[in-house]
């Protein structure tokens, strides 16, 4: 890869560049079409969708960054028996790298729908391509190579924004300071940007954006495509987080025709989790976007649809095949015979009146390296006494000089798993301060500079520079979209599900007869990662049945 990838990457060269065996080849060449190039022939242009994985046979193909802000670096050169691929050809996106004949080159050229065919049918020979289509982009995300590139003043809350969407997405991606970046001041001079305008995106496509929307540059980078709205799922499932990703996995890979939409990106709150060490499986622990990126691409892996960010606004009948219809942004419409809520949470906010003008610079709801970055070396304060506080304050007490950790309760010790509690008394810079409370937040211009916080059972009061604060503090049902849709909820906002709810149902469906509820959303769910995946698998024998059940009373 490019020469800033970590050594644990280059340490992994051959998985990650395989040089394919006659046996692999021709176990592959039912998957393809052979294909002939030219010297100098674009192949694939940073972009723009590549005709697939291409198997090369003779010749050589130089793989490069894609362009923008200077002449093409080259990555690296593949020879006969490499392939030319990474994630974004096993769900048919653009490209985020170009590819060109150095010389004649034969090849063959697997589609996407061929290439998921390939790993399901050539198991052992697919594991080794999804290794590696997986640690190419980790490569890449390593590197920052071929990636839109965000221009802005450091700290400010759009290129925070922006970040963090391509980091939740699994995107690579480079942020330049556009006062002190050579290439960031030349890219605004030569089209004449407005400061006032930044930050801006340039996407791998040459298209250059003014401080876009989520959507808006997930459209531009490909991640966001068309619906058809001809096309009857088995299936829609609302919500990307491990249950709605786990349903996924199990419907998809059981043959239904499966579609996900997530309003934000994929990972739900589990993506926020700096590391989780009590999942079954991983020992060592591992960080919830990891475990979520994982899922993604399994899921990808099965041929499942991802339609993210985009909104659910209304679930309603449908008719011509359809039981169903989601309502979803910019007037577009996902039919289906089945639907599965796993809508989830969102986070909890202080009561606090201004704290919206802090939200995005000062306030955050995510302890990442983006946000770490901008701590680095001051004091924090963060609000919360689960586990997902217990884990961002571990994670950022590595990252910063010193973490406050403010909780309401007298101890941790109710709220939050025991090794995790263990871990911050063992850390030498988190203060933990019990029945503690966020009294005030003081600052200008969106940045906060003082922190005012109360403790509950003396009323005194403290003051202290503190210019980041983190909120771990719970979260509410994701269910407002559900208000007009005849979807039945308990008085906090839960989904309702099973036999209490309406006489015959199962214990996940719902108030409606097709549509299911799981994970945090559903009323009387353990609200776990484990417990939202079991439940992703579970509801998928109770889709098998319902849609037995449709099929059969429909003409």
Partial sequence: MAPSVSPTIAARRDQMFPVLTDEDIGRMRRFGEARAYAAGYHIVTAGTVSPGLILILSGKVDITQAGGLGPREPIITYGAGNFVGELAQLSNRPSLVNAEANGPVEAIVIPSQRLRDLMVQEANLGERVMRALILRRVGLLESGASAPVIIGPPGNGDVLRLEGFLRRSGLPHRALDSDTDPCAKTLIERFHVDPHHLPIVLCPNGKLM??????????????????????????????????????????????????????????????????????????????????????????????????????????????????????????????????????????????????????????????????????????????????????????????????????????????????????IKAQPNIEVLTETEVAGLEGSEGNLERLHWRNRATGEETTRAIRHLFLFIGADPNTDWLANCNVALDAKGFVRTGPDTTPGHGLMETSRSGVFAIGDVRCGSTKRVAAAVGEGAQVVAALHAYLARDGAARP
Avoid at 247 to 257: P, R
Avoid at 325 to 351: F, H, K
Avoid at 391 to 399: M, T
């Fill in 210 to 423: 003014h401080n876009p929307g989520e959507t808006e540059l997930a459209r531009c980078v490909g991640l966001l495509r068309p619906i058809d709205a001809d096309k009857v799922y088995d299936v829609a499932i609302v919500g990307a987080g491990p249950a709605g990703l786990a349903a996924a996995v199990y419907a998809a890979s059981e043959g239904l025709s499966t579609i996900v939409l997530d309003c934000r990106a994929f990972g739900g709150q589990a993506g926020a989790s700096a590391r989780i060490e009590n999942y079954l499986g991983f020992p060592t622990g591992i960080t919830g976007m990891a475990l979520m990126a994982r899922a993604y691409n399994q899921a990808q892996k099965f041929g499942v649809e991802m339609v993210i960010p985009d909104e659910a606004k209304l679930l309603d009948d449908a008719t011509d095949g359809a039981r169903y219809q989601l309502a979803i942004g910019d007037g577009e419409t996902v039919r289906s015979r089945a639907v599965v809520i796993a809508s989830g949470a969102r986070y909890r906010r202080l009561d606090i009146a201004n704290l919206a003008q802090f939200e995005g610079t000062s306030v955050h709801y995510w302890a990442s390296p983006i946000e770490a970055r901008l701590c680095q070396d001051q004091e924090v304060a963060l609000v919360g006494a689960g586990n997902s506080a217990g884990q961002a304050a571990v994670y950022l007490a590595s990252q910063v000089r010193k973490v406050t950790l403010l909780a309401r309760r007298d101890s941790l010790g109710a709220t939050m798993s025991r090794y995790l509690v263990e871990r």
